[in-house]
């Protein structure tokens, strides 16, 4: 049966921008590959959602609600898995659309997970560490009848960490009356986490620009690469790149960027980053703004920090050869037609910042199997997995003719649409 839009489409809650850009990426992929309507249409919607209230007693004495999400967008493959993310801007809009992009994802990198999300909406900057706490446990308690290690198993996010996973996973815990590890990853170490887990998105980011170098045939000694956000995945990816000869050559985070075409010192600034709290002012550096960073002269572009932030009004600013997408959606569709037809490599998402999940799945197996890795069997098993899903993604886009962002979901919407028909429909 060939493709077409689906007819009498299910209205949703969900139907933000964000999610309707998901929805569209999805079916541009099932026109082309001619995905049956009735799976294509399946796919557009999530499996299910789960929209909570979380009263939490504020430090002053008062009891504030917050709203959260847990979406599941398909559990075809396995446990649904995906971040939890606390942010001003989180609705069930983006959760919906980042548990798809996730479903993708998993399956792209040959993960046996479905795609799941979750977030709070709440400002956790302007929250104190208890109140952050008793945000989270509630959240959980709310959401627990999804959550196991055989169901749901949340990691990290944007503006959630290592201490987030471990009041998830001591909530969970206490709740079912004995210690589970594996309801969660990106936990620390000392209750299970895994050795290279941390630094396992900025890693994988670094590797992706390494090949996406070699795979368009960049001669430059030292490439240069601007960085955007300053976080968990863009510092540790700077890191690597340096580390590897490359020339970050400018980064920024909320508060401003600096720039320095002869190259920043990664590791000094890193020093600075911990005692300010911030790269701006970082000495032998100009100050730019995030516009200013995006149009940077350079080889690379690592947008590693919001989502939609290279659209059609600024694009055309652009002049990077390669990029390569450390955050989720940074990339608006037009953009990403205008950046293939111009030439430039993209690296999407799915594929680049797919180094955490990937640990997050080895976290998982050492805590089920009770047998633990070491860090370099963790990073070589890492730069496997990522080098051949980069080689994937690059052989299939050049061969079929497809950006590079259609080629990774052909490959994650092939293995679910293969899964899903082999499995049939109940009842
Ligand atoms: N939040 C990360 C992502 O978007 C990691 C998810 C996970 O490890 O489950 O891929």
């Known amino acids: 049966m060939v493709a077409t839009m689906p007819s009498a489409a299910p209205l949703m809650e969900c139907e933000t921008p964000l999610f309707v850009m998901a929805q569209r990426q999805l079916d541009e992929i099932a026109k082309e590959m001619g995905l049956p309507t009735q799976l294509h249409e399946r796919l557009r919607y999530p499996k299910r959602s789960l929209t909570v209230t979380v009263p939490v007693r504020m430090d002053d004495g008062l009891v504030q609600t917050f709203t959260g999400y847990r979406v599941h967008h398909d559990v075809a493959l396995g446990p649904a898995k995906g971040g939890i993310r606390f942010h001003p801007e989180v609705n069930l809009g983006e959760v919906a659309a980042l548990a798809m992009l996730m479903t993708w994802k998993c399956a792209l990198m040959g993960l046996p997970y479905g795609g799941a999300k979750g977030g709070i909406r709440c400002k956790p900057w302007k929250m104190s560490l208890g109140e952050q706490e008793r945000l989270t446990r509630r959240y959980t308690s709310e959401i627990i009848n999804l959550l196991g290690p055989d169901k749901d198993i949340p990691a990290p996010d944007m503006y959630t960490n290592e201490q987030t996973m471990a009041w998830i996973m001591d909530t969970y815990s206490i709740n079912v009356g004995h210690t589970v590890p594996s309801v969660v990853t990106g936990k620390p170490v000392a209750i299970g986490g895994s050795l290279g887990r941390h630094e396992a998105t900025g890693r994988g980011v670094a590797y992706c620009v390494r090949r996406a170098v070699s795979h368009a045939g960049l001669k430059s000694e030292a490439p240069s690469v601007a960085v955007q956000g300053f976080g968990n995945v863009g510092s540790i990816a700077a890191k690597q790149l340096h580390a590897h000869g490359y020339k970050v050559v400018a980064v920024s985070d909320v508060h401003g960027g600096i720039y320095n075409p002869q190259g920043l010192d990664i590791p000094r600034l890193l020093a600075y980053l911990s005692e300010m709290g911030r790269v701006t002012g970082f000495p032998q550096a100009t100050?730019?703004?995030?516009?200013?960073?995006?149009?940077?002269?350079?080889?690379?572009?690592?947008?590693?920090?919001?989502?939609?932030?290279?659209?059609?009004?600024?694009?055309?600013?652009?002049?990077?050869?390669?990029?390569?997408?450390?955050?989720?959606?940074?990339?608006?569709?037009?953009?990403?037609?205008?950046?293939?037809?111009?030439?430039?490599?993209?690296?999407?998402?799915?594929?680049?910042?797919?180094?955490?999940?990937?640990?997050?799945?080895?976290?998982?197996?050492?805590?089920?199997?009770?047998?633990?890795?070491?860090?370099?069997?963790?990073?070589?098993?890492?730069?496997?997995?990522?080098?051949?899903?980069?080689?994937?993604?690059?052989?299939?886009?050049?061969?079929?003719?497809?950006?590079?962002?259609?080629?990774?979901?052909?490959?994650?919407?092939?293995?679910?649409?293969e899964a899903k028909r082999l499995r049939g429909l109940y009842p």
């Open 287 to 417: 100050a730019i703004n995030n516009q200013e960073l995006l149009a940077t002269e350079c080889d690379i572009l690592v947008p590693a920090a919001l989502g939609n932030q290279i659209r059609e009004d600024n694009v055309d600013s652009l002049k990077c050869k390669i990029v390569v997408e450390g955050a989720n959606g940074p990339t608006s569709p037009e953009a990403d037609i205008y950046l293939h037809e111009k030439g430039v490599l993209v690296v999407p998402d799915i594929l680049a910042n797919a180094g955490g999940v990937t640990v997050s799945y080895f976290e998982w197996v050492q805590g089920l199997t009770q047998l633990f890795w070491s860090e370099e069997e963790v990073n070589d098993r890492l730069e496997q997995i990522m080098g051949r899903a980069c080689d994937r993604v690059f052989t299939l886009s050049k061969e079929s003719n497809l950006r590079t962002r259609m080629a990774a979901l052909r490959l994650g919407v092939s293995t679910i649409a």
